[in-house]
């Protein structure tokens, strides 16, 4: 697994979000206009709040869009919720040539949902399934 090394915009971002939501955050990426959060397990309510205000307040202050995703020390659970609420059918790791990738399986109508506005989503998620899992690549499949 990649070792964690976070910047000070990053940290910044991490102590805004945490002050504001309350839920413990384990990590944070940026992708161009897009932050990502990553929270520990169970603290997902936290970081949306009622009606999702929580999030709300943090998009206001940063300017950017906001990913929340939870951790899960279960690969194939990790990587299915990098994507919630999106429904991922099913998750199948493989190792090929030393390099793990997590094939994904989504209904047509997510795959657009699944990439993210110019793919910040699918970037976010690659970075943080590296990090953590140690997995190389996202790779998207159809049903």
Not at 92 to 100: D, F, L, S
Request: one cysteine or more; glycine letters at 12%; charged letters at 30%.
């Amino acid at each position: 697994m990649e070792k964690i090394r976070l910047g000070s915009d990053e940290i910044r971002y991490i102590t805004l979000f945490e002050t504001l939501t309350g839920a413990i955050v384990k990590d944070c990426v940026k992708e161009d206009d897009t932050m990502g959060f990553l929270v520990d397990g169970g603290g997902m309510g936290l970081a949306i709040g009622k009606g999702g205000a929580n999030i709300e307040k943090v998009r206001k202050i940063i300017g950017k869009g906001v990913w929340v995703m939870e951790f899960s020390s279960d690969p194939p659970n990790f990587i299915k919720n990098l994507f919630r609420p999106i429904n991922i059918k099913e998750v199948r790791i493989q190792t090929v040539n030393n390099e793990k990738t997590a094939i994904i399986w989504v209904g047509r109508d997510d795959r657009r949902r699944v990439i993210g506005h110019e793919g910040s989503r699918i970037k976010i998620a690659k970075k943080l399934a590296k990090r953590h899992c140690g997995i190389d690549d996202i790779k998207i499949k159809i049903i």
